[in-house]
C-alpha cells in the first residue's frame, strides 16, 4: 500500500513537471511495473535516439532501490549488452547511494546524466571503457552507429499511451470525414450524368434511356407496361 501511494504520487509529479527528455508510466495499470523513455543529448553519441527502459519497483520501496535495465541496446561502459547499469543510486549501502529520499525521477535524470558522462573507473564493459579512455573518436563512432542502428525513431518524441490513443481517435475523425466528403461528390457526379434537358424530362416523369435520349412513343409501346395498359383500354 505505502509503495503504490509513492510510487502513484512521484508518476503524478513526472507528469506536471517532466525532467528535459524523461518520461515514465506504469506498465498495465501495475505500480510494481513501470517504464521509461530516455532521449539522448544533442553532442553526444546517443542524439536522435529515444532508450527504452524496464523499472521494477520493489515491495519495500522506497526503503529499497528499484531495478531499472534499458531494453534498447546501448554502446556504453557503464551498461552491459543485456541493458544492466551500473550506477551507485541504484544500490543500497555501504556499496552504493540509494537514499530513500530519492525518487523515479531523480534516478531517470542521473542515468541520463551518465550516458552524457560516462564513468570509466567503474565499467561494466571493460573493452568499451578502454576505448572510451584511449580512443574517443572510435569509441563515438561506435556509439552513434549503435543509436542509429538501434535507437533514432522516425519521431524523437516521448510518447505515452495517453498521446497514442489522442492520436488515433483524431486518425478516425479525419477518416470519417473524408469518406463522408467522396460520399457527396458521387452523388454529385451521378446528378451531372444527365444534361439540363434529361434532368427536367426526368422531373415531368418522362422515362430517359441509359444513352441519355428520351424514348420516343414506339420505344414506350414496346414496354411491357405499356402493351399491359393498352390491353386494358381494349
Known sequence: ???????????????????????????NESTNQLQA??????????????FDLEIQVPE????????????????????DSVGRI????????PSGNWKPSLSIGTLLTSIKLLM??????????????????????????KAREHTHKHAVQKTTAVTSPKQVKDQS?????????????ESDQSGSSSDESHSPAD??????????SQAGKRLSVEDLNAQPHAKKHKAHQQ
Open 1 to 27: 500500500m505505502r509503495r503504490s501511494l509513492r510510487i502513484s504520487k512521484e508518476l503524478s509529479q513526472l507528469e506536471r513537471e517532466p525532467p528535459p527528455g524523461v518520461s515514465c508510466w506504469m506498465k
Open 37 to 50: 523513455q530516455i532521449i539522448g543529448d544533442e553532442k553526444t553519441p546517443y542524439s536522435d535516439g529515444v
Open 60 to 79: 519495500r520501496y522506497p526503503m529499497e532501490p528499484p531495478k531499472v535495465q534499458f531494453l534498447t541496446p546501448i554502446y556504453h561502459p557503464n551498461i
Open 86 to 93: 551500473c550506477l551507485d543510486l541504484l544500490k543500497m549501502p
Open 116 to 141: 552524457s558522462q560516462p564513468n570509466p573507473d567503474d565499467p561494466l564493459m571493460a573493452d568499451i571503457s578502454t576505448e572510451f579512455l584511449t580512443n574517443r573518436v572510435v569509441f563515438e563512432q
Open 169 to 181: 481517435d483524431s486518425n478516425d475523425s479525419d477518416q470519417s470525414e473524408s469518406s463522408s466528403d
Open 199 to 208: 434532368q427536367l424530362a426526368i422531373q415531368e416523369g418522362i422515362p430517359v
